[in-house]
């Protein structure tokens, strides 16, 4: 079975841009969520989805937002991008209920220059 | 406001030897206590995870020790190896609604270097 997938792997912007980050979750997982993760640090929690709902949000701007759609796949979007926006964006899915394990793809690359 | 603590920020092992990381939490709703593994350029990986009904968890090499008395709990990997070497991340998160855990918190990270 195919894992968490993300794409693109690596993207590289500038100051000012807009950017959008793909995800398809493990098939039969409904639920996805969304990490930054800056160099040299753990990850951030940055949003939830379950069933195109959004179930939490962390402490980010409103420049970022996300989506669900009806497949479950699931999209970030991050406006007006800054510096300090440069990170590994990650994509973990999971099947609520019981032991949730959160399963994570192997990130987005993004660099803002 | 660092909810979850992790050290060493970096370990360095000899083959064989056992290998132990440390962290502790302030939010004592958490009730969820996972251990990730992340190599370069992938996604962190679930090794091992732990609920405070238990003090100690044990899968192969991996064990985690759980003292929810003073908010900490341990990774021990027994007879490390070099394939080991990676950064391990501890995390916490408390039932959301519906049932399930989300909004992991994760700790800064420690990287192991498991010296041949």
């Known amino acids: 079975d195919a894992g968490v997938t993300q794409s693109p792997t690596h993207l590289i912007k500038t100051r000012g841009q807009h950017v959008t980050l793909r995800c398809s979750p493990i098939s039969g997982h409904k639920s996805v969520s969304w990490y930054q993760q800056v160099l040299g640090q753990g990850p951030q929690f940055i949003f939830q989805y379950y069933e195109k709902e959004e179930r939490g949000r962390g402490n980010f701007p409103d420049r970022f937002s996300a989506r669900q759609f009806p497949n479950y796949s699931s999209e970030l979007n991050v406006n007006a991008l800054l510096l300090g926006d440069s990170a590994l964006y990650l994509c973990?899915?999971?099947?609520?209920?019981?032991?949730?394990?959160?399963?994570f793809g192997p990130g987005t690359r993004l660099l803002v220059l | 406001q660092q909810q979850v603590k992790q050290s060493p920020q970096s370990l360095i092992v000899q083959k064989g030897g056992i290998s132990i990381i440390n962290c502790a939490y302030e939010n004592t709703a958490f009730d969820y206590f996972p251990w990730y593994q992340q190599f370069p350029g992938k996604g962190p990986a679930l090794l091992i995870a732990i609920r405070p009904d238990v003090s100690e968890k044990k899968e192969g090499r991996f064990t985690i020790s759980f003292n929810k008395s003073a908010k900490q709990f341990s990774l021990h990997i027994m007879d490390s190896q070099p394939g080991d070497s990676a950064t391990y991340f501890c995390a916490a998160s408390k039932e959301g609604s519906g049932g399930s855990n989300y909004k992991l918190t994760f700790g800064k990270g420690t990287l192991l270097t498991v010296n041949p």
């Open positions: 973990a899915s999971s099947s609520p209920g019981g032991e949730e394990t959160q399963y």
